[in-house]
């Protein structure tokens, strides 16, 4: 680069924040004019700068390659994009000023001793009501409170183990508290996720502006979780209980779940028996003493609360009730984040705690009073009305936008339902500037700040998930809107001590090699994801095999080669039976593309790809970062569109989803602990192989052609062909090729290698110490292992090739109605919920 070059490029550098043109009417969180940095930005501005255009362009694409790999997603209900909807993630971290961040630290401490005092007098004594400092109405009518934990003992009367608490500032600068989330809140996890992928494309500006660390604050809330144990055991049984992988936030549900040391667990992996909670595992059922949910309160038991939930436990309040299990946040602790609390929060502050709110709500008229309806009717175009009522989603209504249409059905609704509505004051909420197109743009921004418990106090996450509008002058901040998120840097006023969850290497540990209980529904989801593995690779290598013929230039319809594998692929259900005849070599190849291409084609690529990440979702915390990278990749590269050259094309996509394949299963060969998960992952797998294989051969044996054309393809699917060249150094001949893929258990993709395998696994699966010695599986596997060995492998292609051809068709068939009927009986004994298993 020339010198004059390198002076545009650094001038270009230099701009980049004078180039930034917030809205003058309200409050900007980074600069006080246009290229005047607030003192708490200046040393992050500067670093920031100094990088250039070029260079935050390349560590922005490594950003998103981040998330990519960590397969961080957002399902926003309605997307097109589904399960497979990126996090939206900014460059500019939001940073705070330490001396700012200890008065919003004070003000959230006391909201959460307040909120704790005020749901253990909702559930106990109720003397708020009968003072008059909160409505019955407010109470009573609220589908938040949940009479059936009226009166539950409560550990410590903390109700609220993490209160999460959206915030923003007015034009003024002050801050404001726009909502509480009491429930289930939700964020934090992706918090941590922001931090990690903002400390790795800007490390030395995290480390210069000496940024307070988040690891603290999970410690304490992972510490705090075990101490809730009733009987406070020394190592507690404690599950994240989540509404299962169609959640929008089922990431943040997995990747704390691992990062905390829980086990994740849907609401069908627990039981309640004699009023106590209870895991489902292989090895039996195992007591659980505390439970982190993820699930609304209302949905946590069907018995009790709501009886159409799907994702609860049955008799789960009554075993809280009876002390045997603790669980945060406290069932009914939802109540209290109902907007309408807002309007009552300064007087209960006052009356409970002697003292003012130090962070104040946004001014807040709860509908269901007579004056302050009055005042929201009267009012309407500068007020945005809400529902009062947390369990009621609604948009938010800005008066002064609707129709004349729209405001009189408003009016209508509020007055014919007054306690559902709350209005709020309208705050011009401040800006930010987020990273769009290679240069900065001013977005409204909110921060949900977290509080967990922390014995009697209540520690403040140094941090929080800071939001921010999609578009300019938009006053709705909400991930489900399509808003983008932030990290939220919290300065310090001295160095950063590095701060980890791990115990101390000065405190002596356990040495433990079980890595606990395996649920049964995680046994189910890995074995069928070995199958969809194998399943897939298998599909992938015959549709290679067919492509690379087809691709041949000396390939047509007559190539007897590409009439048997069409032949092949119509016995195994991959083409419909026109193609088992006469065919257009045209038609045989829009045929196999769309195999490949339509994800809605029974057995098609796309669609066995779309099935293998819905299980990985569901069993994602079992997974190293390795592993899921991978997984990620794979679904990343199945994504690659028809091109010019459509064989071409294809099979360079079929090597590509090949090598991603193989790549997994070495490292689920060489990565994961050989314990039960692993087992029922290679059992899958090893499954499919041989069912795969052995309806290949008899496919192919079944065409109407000469055996010896579909011996080299046999061994190319088989990915053998080099194993029978090196041994046998001639024409491939039925009996040695039918050796060496059924009966040579030196060749890991033979049946015998399969059978070998799984009798291994069978024998190493939990079972229950009262149960025969020998289990149907097992005597399965016994059966199909003799029945491989006592063959006579070439009396049988002698009897065939004297016109006896259902000798070795039938010997066949019995592997492949074995196979079908061995996983079947896995299934019956280890994912059946009504057989007993293990004691």
Not at 148 to 174: F, K, M, N, T, W
Not at 743 to 758: E, I, K, M, T
């Amino acid at each position: 680069m020339s010198a004059s070059s390198k002076r545009e490029s650094a001038a270009a550098a230099a701009n980049i924040f004078g180039d930034y043109r917030p809205e003058a009417s309200v409050y900007d969180e980074s600069v006080l004019a246009p290229g005047a940095p607030r003192p708490h930005w200046q040393n992050f501005v500067s670093s920031f700068e100094k990088l250039g255009r070029e260079e935050l362009v390349l560590r922005w694409e490594n950003g998103r390659r981040i998330i990519r790999e960590h397969g961080v997603t957002y399902n926003v209900y309605g997307d097109p994009q589904g399960m497979d909807r990126p996090w939206e993630l900014d460059m500019v971290p939001l940073v705070l000023p330490p001396s700012e961040w200890l008065l919003i630290e004070a003000g959230l401490s006391q909201r959460a001793k307040l909120f704790n005092l005020v749901l253990a007098d909702l559930y106990g004594q109720q003397r708020l009501l009968r003072d008059g400092l909160i409505p019955p109405a407010l109470v009573f009518a609220n589908p938040g409170f949940l009479r059936a934990c009226h009166g539950l003992r409560v550990p410590r009367e903390i109700y609220v183990h993490l209160h999460a608490v959206d915030l923003a500032r007015s034009p003024d600068g002050q801050w404001w508290v726009l909502g509480d989330r009491t429930q289930s809140p939700s964020g934090s996890g992706y918090a941590l996720e922001n931090r990690i992928v903002l400390s790795r494309i800007l490390p030395d500006e995290f480390r210069d502006s000496q940024v307070q660390r988040l690891a603290s604050f999970f410690r304490i809330q992972r510490d705090t979780l075990r101490s809730l144990a009733p009987n406070r055991l020394d190592n507690p049984n404690v599950v994240l209980l989540t509404p299962g992988p169609h959640n929008e936030t089922y990431f943040e549900h997995a990747y704390l779940a691992r990062y905390l040391g829980f086990t994740l667990v849907e609401g069908g992996d627990l039981t309640v028996r004699g009023r106590r909670v209870f895991l489902k595992t292989l090895e039996g059922l195992q007591p659980v003493d505390v439970i982190f949910r993820r699930v609304d309160d209302t949905f946590c038991d069907p018995l009790e609360l709501r009886s159409d939930s799907f994702l609860g436990v049955p008799g789960l309040v009554e075993a809280t009730r009876a002390g045997n299990v603790s669980i945060a946040n406290t069932l009914g602790a939802g109540l209290i984040e109902s907007p309408a609390f807002l309007a009552f929060l300064p007087g209960l502050c006052r009356h409970m705690l002697g003292e003012e709110l130090k962070l104040p709500s946004v001014a807040t008229w709860w509908c269901g009073q007579a004056r302050e309806q009055q005042y929201v009717l009267e009012h309407l175009d500068d007020i945005v009305v809400k529902s009062g009522i947390a369990t009621q989603a609604r948009k938010p209504s800005f008066g002064g936008r609707l129709s004349m249409a729209e405001r009189e059905e408003l009016v209508a609704a509020i007055r014919a339902r007054p306690f559902e509505f709350v209005g709020q004051e309208q705050v011009a909420l401040s800006t930010v500037p987020v990273w769009l197109n290679d240069k900065l743009e001013a977005r409204r921004v909110s921060v949900r700040a977290y509080v967990a418990t922390n014995g009697d106090s209540f520690t403040v996450m140094p941090g929080g998930l800071t939001r921010v509008s999609p578009a300019v002058g938009d006053p709705v901040v909400s991930m489900q809107s399509g808003g983008g998120s932030k990290d939220t840097w919290v300065l310090s006023d001295g160095p950063v001590l590095p701060v980890s969850l791990l115990t101390p290497s000065g405190q002596p540990v356990s040495i433990a090699r079980a890595a606990g209980g395996l649920p049964s529904r995680v046994a189910d989801n890995l074995y069928w994801l070995g199958r969809y593995a194998e399943r897939l690779e298998d599909t992938l290598r015959v549709l290679r095999c067919i492509i690379v013929r087809m691709a041949d230039e000396a390939s047509s319809e007559k190539s007897p080669e590409l009439a048997v594998l069409a032949q092949v692929l119509v016995h195994v259900r991959l083409l419909p039976k026109k193609f088992a005849g006469r065919m257009l070599l045209k038609d045989l190849e829009q045929e196999i593309l769309q195999l490949i291409y339509n994800p809605q084609r029974t057995g098609s690529m796309r669609g066995l790809v779309h099935r293998i990440r819905i299980i990985a979702s569901i069993v994602r915390d079992r997974f190293s970062t390795d592993t899921w990278r991978l997984l990620n990749q794979l679904q990343l590269d199945a994504r690659t569109k028809r091109g010019h050259f459509p064989l071409a094309d294809a099979l360079a996509l079929l090597n590509t989803l090949i090598m991603d394949l193989a790549a997994f299963s070495g490292l689920e060969m060489e990565n994961m602990t050989r314990g039960h998960g692993w087992r029922f992952l290679d059992f899958g797998r090893r499954l499919e192989r041989g069912a795969n294989l052995v309806g290949v051969v008899r496919a192919a044996l079944s065409a109407e052609i000469k055996t010896e054309i579909v011996l080299e393809p046999l061994l190319e699917i088989a990915d053998s062909a080099m194993t029978y060249r090196r041994r046998y150094f001639a024409q491939a001949q039925l009996a040695s090729v039918l050796d060496l893929l059924l009966a040579d258990a030196s060749n890991p993709r033979s049946l015998a290698f399969q059978l070998g395998a799984l009798t291994e696994h069978a024998a190493n699966l939990p079972r229950n110490p009262g149960a025969p010695p020998v289990l149907a599986e097992q005597r399965r596997l016994l059966h199909l292992t003799t029945t491989l060995l006592a063959a006579d492998l070439p009396a049988l292609v002698r009897a065939r090739e004297d016109g006896n051809a259902t000798a070795l068709s039938g010997w066949l068939d019995e592997f492949l109605a074995g196979l079908p009927a061995l996983s079947d009986e896995l299934t019956h004994f280890y994912f059946s919920l009504t057989v007993t298993r293990v004691s």
